[in-house]
Every structure is written in C-alpha cells, then in structure tokens.
Nanobody, 127 residues
Framework: HVQLVESGGGSVQVGGSLRLSCVASGDTISRYCMGWFRQIADKEREGVAGIESDGSTSYADSVKGRFTISQDDAENKLYLQMNSLKPEDTAMYYC??????????????????????RGQGTQVTVS
C-alpha cells in the first residue's frame, strides 16, 4: 500500500512559478507509473504530466513547455515544476501512482484505474 502526500501549492501571480512535491511511502515509486492530475470544482479533471518506470515523461498540451515532471528515486518523491503560470492553471493538483499500468502515456489512465493510489491534493491558485 502506497501513501502519497502532496505539498507546495499556494497562491501565485500570473507568470509566477511553483514547485509541487509528492512524498511517497510504503513502496518504491520507481516501479510505478506516476503522474499529476488537476481538477477544478465541478469541472472535468485533467491529466497534467506523467513519468513512467523507464523515466519517460509526457505532458498535456496545455502545460507543455511550462511544466516539468521529475522523480527522485532516492527520496521517493515526485515533483512538478510549474513555470509561467496562468489563471487557467488554478486547480487542485493530485499526485497518483499505479504499478498495474505501464507504457507510453500511462499517466492518462491513472485516475480511472481501480488500483491507483492518490494523495489528498494541493491547491494552486493563479491570479
């Protein structure tokens, strides 16, 4: 069983930056498909970025060139560096992990997997 705890959210001005962190415990995340999703209340959630067990990364078109996902296997942490933030980036951001799925763009399947682990979320507000 994996526990995920996100941090690093907050309020930032347009054009600013934030770095989200996700600390994992209970297992080694290097074996997992890992990713970040975001959700605005009453709106559809969006897969933002993902990193596969081989280190490959993928991004939603809406964040390409602005966000960078990375993973520290030694610290068992997942990060999301967010630059050039826009008001439309305002959302609750969630860290997810799943060992049962793999392959390119695996992160897009994280939220709907019955075997995923998900953190409690961290709020990002851009204004």
């Amino acid at each position: 069983h994996v526990q995920l705890v996100e941090s690093g959210g907050g309020s930032v001005q347009v054009g600013g930056s934030l770095r989200l962190s996700c600390v994992a415990s209970g297992d080694t995340i290097s074996r997992y498909c890992m990713g970040w999703f975001r959700q605005i209340a009453d709106k559809e959630r969006e897969g933002v970025a993902g990193i596969e067990s081989d280190g490959s990364t993928s991004y939603a078109d809406s964040v390409k060139g602005r966000f960078t996902i990375s993973q520290d296997d030694a610290e068992n942490k997942l990060y999301l560096q967010m630059n050039s933030l826009k008001p439309e980036d305002t959302a609750m951001y969630y860290c997810l992990a799943d060992r049962s799925i793999s392959g390119r763009l695996c992160y897009t399947r994280l939220w709907n997997s019955p075997y995923n682990y998900r953190g409690q979320g961290t709020q990002v507000t851009v204004s």
